[in-house]
């Protein structure tokens, strides 16, 4: 007798899945390879590109100021298709949507490859950020749906392996492609895999029928898409060059938080019955409480994480190469926990695992904020590093599946368009924050910024050698604990999350919740 067929997101959950718990089946498992593959395509991506910026600035000749935007041209493309995912989703079906997502990321890596220019590069990575940006949520809802509210937990756990280990595998393999191999396999190598995405997408992810009356949100699509746009530019380009005081970071940033203010507005109004996101279902006390601890979270981990590296290539004069395989105990870390975290997630109710997942974050990030020193022991740090895995494993995903197994069959879409929009902005934001608080800790210092030259004698004594990576370990030290603050600002919100497993009885929404919440 075969497995039976995976669902898809139209068609709901299985049987099984909506009222029985325990372990996946296969064809749960088998929708999950699927969905793990595009995403490790995606997340890979951006930071395999990152390493070899360098090496494309001189292979096309050009300034690294141009060179730079085939990353942030690419972020641009995610942060504008994001916001349609829930609606094409529900109009085109989740399995279309997604094959089409991965074929536009293939076509754009297969056309990046043989580019001749700068310019066409970018372009090509532009079409590729459009195909990028609805693989992770259309993925998310084909999987959440397939697995029912009660399996949410152990899902997320596996989709959340790649969301890890890709800043640390991408350093790596990046490093590894552009020095012994061509920088033009850095996109080669998303082809094969998107290829078998895709035959396995049409073979294992079941027919579903789109809802051709599903009217599109256009007003709410030209404030969200640009000002999410605008947002991350203007946070990024000042995080790049540590100075949020440029003319163009304001004027992005400030307009882009403007659109997206006016968004909320828009998608709130009593007569707006077909929002691009329903914000309605983020009053949910489940919903807002994941998506707060969400925020906190990423805001703390992803801005540790990206002034972990410099500190490895300022202070301690490592290559970007050693610098990625320094980060690996972080994601053996969380490769350890993460299946574990799903596991309990559906058993216990994700508050519990949450809240232990957080603490043990702490204890990673305290060892940074503690120990960093210019000859901290590298046994110590991997330590620090691999403790902060084991909490991320049990913390990200979990609470990500608090918020998504308390929802309707038909609401997973949209809240899984909005989750993702919350953690790409939370991360930008997050990344800046830690950046301009490095940046001024480096100027109190009356040290250059990370990058720059020093300036001082040609050829200075050991005494002062030893004197100004005294001052950037301290730095880097007493940055370490803002991290250590917005982690435990993060309780805060984790302490309203579920501490019970859903209900089986129930089709996905609280209706204790249901009926607080005020009618429009």
């Not at 901290?376 to 599946?401: H, I």
Request: proline residues 7%; glycine residues 10%.
């Amino acid at each position: 007798m075969t497995a039976p067929a995976s669902p898809s997101a139209m068609d709901g959950p299985p049987p099984e899945a909506a009222a029985g718990g325990g372990g996946l089946d296969r064809g749960v498992i088998a929708v999950a390879m699927v969905v793990v593959l595009g995403a490790i395509m995606s997340i890979l991506d951006v930071t395999v590109v990152n390493v070899a910026l360098k090496d494309l600035s001189q292979t096309f000749h050009s300034p690294l100021e141009t060179i730079q935007w085939v990353a942030t041209g690419y972020t641009l493309a995610l942060a504008t298709v994001i916001p349609v995912t829930g609606w094409a989703s529900a109009r085109f079906g989740t399995k279309r949507l997604y094959m089409t997502s991965i074929a536009l990321f293939v076509i754009g890596s297969a056309l990046a490859g043989m580019a001749w220019s700068a310019e066409s590069l970018i372009a090509f990575r532009v079409l590729q950020g459009l195909g990028g940006g609805m693989i992770m949520p259309a993925g998310m809802t084909i999987l959440t749906q397939a697995a029912g509210p009660k399996r949410v937990g152990q899902v997320m756990s596996i989709v959340g392996i790649p969301m890890l280990l890709g800043p640390i595998l991408g350093p790596i393999i990046g490093g590894w492609l552009v020095d012994d191999v061509s920088w033009h396999w850095i996109f080669y190598i998303n082809v094969p895999i998107g290829a078998l995405a895709l035959v396995l997408s049409a073979r294992i992810l079941k027919r579903d029928e789109p809802r051709p009356a599903e009217r599109l949100d256009f007003v709410g699509l030209a404030l969200l898409s640009p000002g999410l746009a605008a947002l991350i530019y203007g946070l990024a380009t000042g995080a790049q060059n540590q100075d949020f005081g440029r003319p163009d970071v304001l004027v992005a940033a400030i307009g882009g938080a403007f659109l997206v203010i006016a968004f909320v507005w828009h998608a709130l109004r009593r007569g707006n019955t077909n929002p691009l996101i329903d914000l309605r279902l983020f009053r949910r006390r489940s919903v807002a409480a994941a998506s707060g601890t969400m925020v906190l979270f990423a805001c703390a981990f992803f801005g540790a994480m990206l002034i972990l590296p410099l500190y490895y290539q300022s202070v301690r004069m490592e290559s970007a190469f050693s610098s990625g395989l320094l980060l690996a105990p972080q994601g053996l870390g969380a490769m350890v926990t993460m299946p574990i975290g799903g596991k309990l997630t559906d058993r216990l109710g994700p508050g519990r695992v949450v809240l232990v997942g957080l603490a043990v974050v702490v204890v990673g990030v305290a060892g940074f904020a503690t120990q960093i020193t210019p000859d901290a022991s590298y046994w110590l740090l991997g330590s620090a590093l691999f403790v902060m895995g084991l909490g991320m494993g049990m913390t990200m995903m979990p609470a990500m599946s608090a918020a998504l197994q308390t929802l309707q069959h038909d609401e997973v879409p949209r809240a899984s368009t909005g989750l993702n929009i919350l953690q790409q902005v939370a991360g930008s934001v997050g990344t800046a924050f830690i950046a301009v608080l490095l940046a001024s800790q480096f100027r109190s210092q009356g040290l250059p910024a990370v990058g720059e030259a020093q300036s001082g004698p040609a050829n200075p004594s050991p005494e002062v050698i030893a004197q100004v990576v005294k001052k950037m370990s301290d730095a880097f030290q007493h940055t370490y604990w803002w991290s250590l603050a917005l982690l435990v600002l993060a309780f805060i919100p984790a302490l309203v999350l579920p501490r019970h497993r859903p209900d089986a009885a129930e089709s996905g929404a609280d209706p204790v919740e249901m009926q607080k919440m005020p009618i429009h």
